[in-house]
């Protein structure tokens, strides 16, 4: 069992830049992929960075490449998603999730944060 406790959004201007936090509790953290995933109103959930259990390996979808960096802090049971240069279309709610190695499917889920983008 994994528990996720997200922390870091707001309300910022475009070209800001936020730091989101997600905390973990569990004993097997450091064997989940973790992912962070937001959702704009009116719109499906979608993924938009993720993280193997080492940190070497991250992916991102194409609207956040460049601008948002995912990292993880296993020793602090923490991943981070650094937002940089943020526009009014990043404006959603943002979710962290995590999933075992072998898992199709994101299995835990944070409460979410919301993040807000003005013009």
């Known amino acids: 069992q994994v528990q996720l406790v997200e922390s870091g959004g707001g309300l910022v201007q475009a070209g800001g830049s936020l730091r989101l936090s997600c905390a973990a509790s569990g004993r097997t953290f450091n064997s989940y992929i973790m992912g962070w995933f937001r959702q704009a109103p009116g719109k499906e959930r979608g993924l938009v960075a993720s993280?193997?259990?080492?940190?070497?390996?991250?992916y991102y979808a194409d609207s956040v490449k460049g601008r948002f960096t995912m990292s993880r802090d296993n020793a602090k049971r923490t991943v981070y998603l650094q937002m940089n240069s943020l526009k009014p279309e990043d404006t959603a709610v943002y979710y962290c999730?995590?999933?075992?190695?072998?898992?199709?499917?994101?299995?835990?889920w944070g409460q979410g944060t919301q993040v807000t983008v003005s013009s």
């Open positions: 993280i193997a259990w080492s940190g070497a390996y991250t």
């Open positions: 999730a995590a999933k075992g190695v072998t898992a199709a499917q994101y299995a835990y």
